[in-house]
């Protein structure tokens, strides 16, 4: 198996389970403990896992992860939180996605939504995306109208940054953001770890009449390099049944309207 190859498979493995025991791991992936040693010792050096004596741990400092490697985390949260999320945006909205695992997974939902019986061949929604993988996903939706802002392309996340972004979204108004997040504290708002990712993200939230931020549990309490926006600018959080009731409590309790599904 190619190292990068490994390296994948030990990220999908850390996603999912959250802890690497070298011995366990080197049987599952049919190689040996010092090669797995060396890939752990690796994946340290480029700050993607933590090494402990005989494994390694999810990083204790909040990092950014490429979406290809975030998909297997809590992979049943996200499908409920994103089935959520769209039940609650009505047939004919303009919507406003960014990009992320449960966002897309938001953005999978909204597109396979029977159309409604009077709709005809007509468009039935129209989505505003930064992400350049939602809009691929959506674009073959006859009945979605796609508008893609301009930016540069992120490689981690596929998102589209910069100024072109908010050349695009100025002037447009939209009746829901749906926003994915990195961290979502009570008292410092929604944030993220890429301060261009946050720009933009911003902008598709001061668009909206009503922001939907979506985050399952381990994101909660948290924080993250760049505010994306405060919690007074949130309508509604929809999170996972694991999500810590004393912050859900804090975060309601200003307001916000808290789904834990």
Not at 126 to 153: D, F, S
Request: hydrophobic share 45%; charged share 20%; aromatic share 2%.
């Amino acid at each position: 198996m190619a190292s990068h190859a490994r390296w994948t498979q030990l990220l999908e493995i850390l996603s999912d389970k959250g802890r690497i025991d070298v011995l366990d791991t080197a049987e599952q992936l049919g190689c040996s403990p010092a090669t797995i040693r060396r890939d752990l010792d690796e994946l340290a050096r480029q700050n993607l896992l933590t090494r402990t004596r005989g494994g390694a741990v999810v990083s204790a400092v909040a990092y950014d992860l490429p979406l290809r490697y975030k998909v297997a985390r809590k992979a049943d949260e996200k499908l409920r939180i994103a089935k959520a999320a769209a039940a609650l945006i009505p047939a004919g909205s303009t919507v406003g996605i960014n990009g992320g695992t449960t966002t897309s997974e938001v953005a999978r939902e909204l597109a396979v939504r029977p159309a409604p019986a009077d709709a005809g061949s007509g468009i039935t929604m129209t989505v505003v995306t930064n992400a350049i993988n939602i809009a691929n996903e959506l674009a073959v939706r006859p009945h979605v109208k796609i508008v893609v802002t301009g930016g540069v392309a992120r490689p981690n996340s596929y998102e589209l940054v910069g100024p072109l972004v908010n050349s695009v979204l100025n002037g447009l108004a939209l009746d829901f953001t749906i926003l994915g997040v990195d961290a979502v504290h009570p008292r410092l708002g929604a944030a993220t770890h890429d301060e261009s990712e946050a720009g933009a993200n911003r902008a598709l939230a001061e668009c909206a009449n009503q922001v939907i931020v979506v985050a399952d549990s381990s994101k909660l309490g948290r924080r993250a390099f760049a505010l994306v926006c405060e919690m007074s600018a949130v309508s509604v959080l929809v999170t996972d049944k694991n999500a810590p009731q004393d912050i859900v409590e804090e975060i309601s309790s200003r307001g916000i309207e808290v789904l834990c599904v």
